[in-house]
Nanobody
C-alpha cells in the first residue's frame, strides 16, 4: 500500500524559511495528486497547496507568493518550500495523495481543498514559527 512520509519541519523565526518533503513509497508522483494540509493546535485542518500528477499547482490565498511546490527528478518526492513564515503558519503539516482529477473549483467533487479526495496521509511534521 502506498505510504507517504513528511519531513523537514522544525522551529524557525518569523521571516524565516523551511522546506518540507513528502516521500512517496511506491508510485511516482505522476500517478496522483499530492496535497499539503496543515492543522494548528485547537483548529481544523486547512488546505495549503496541491501538486497534481500533470504538474498543475494550487495554493491557498494565505500562502500565495510565499510557498512554492516542486518535485525531484525521480518524481518520488514532493517539496513545499515555505518563505517569509509567520506565527500564523505554525501547525502540523501533512501531505496526502489523491487519485481523482482535482482542480481549483467551487465544485466540491473536484476541489483540491476537499480532504475527502485524499485517501493516503502522512504522519505529519511540526512547523513552529516563533521568536
Amino acid at each position: 500500500q502506498e505510504q507517504l512520509a513528511e519531513s523537514g519541519g522544525g522551529l524557525v523565526q518569523p521571516g524565516g524559511s523551511l522546506r518540507l518533503s513528502c516521500v512517496a513509497s511506491i508510485y511516482p508522483l505522476d500517478y496522483f495528486t499530492v496535497g499539503w494540509f496543515r492543522q494548528a493546535s485547537g483548529k481544523g485542518r486547512e488546505a495549503v497547496s496541491c501538486l497534481t500528477g500533470d504538474g498543475r499547482m494550487f495554493y491557498a490565498d494565505s500562502v500565495k507568493g510565499r510557498f512554492v511546490l516542486s518535485s525531484n527528478n525521480a518524481r518520488d518526492t514532493a517539496y513545499l518550500e515555505m518563505h517569509d513564515l509567520s506565527p500564523d503558519d505554525t501547525g502540523t503539516y501533512f501531505c496526502a495523495s489523491a487519485r481523482v482529477y482535482l482542480d481549483d473549483s467551487a465544485d466540491k467533487t473536484s476541489d483540491w481543498r476537499e480532504e475527502s479526495h485524499y485517501k493516503v496521509w502522512g504522519q505529519g511534521t511540526q512547523v513552529t514559527v516563533s521568536s
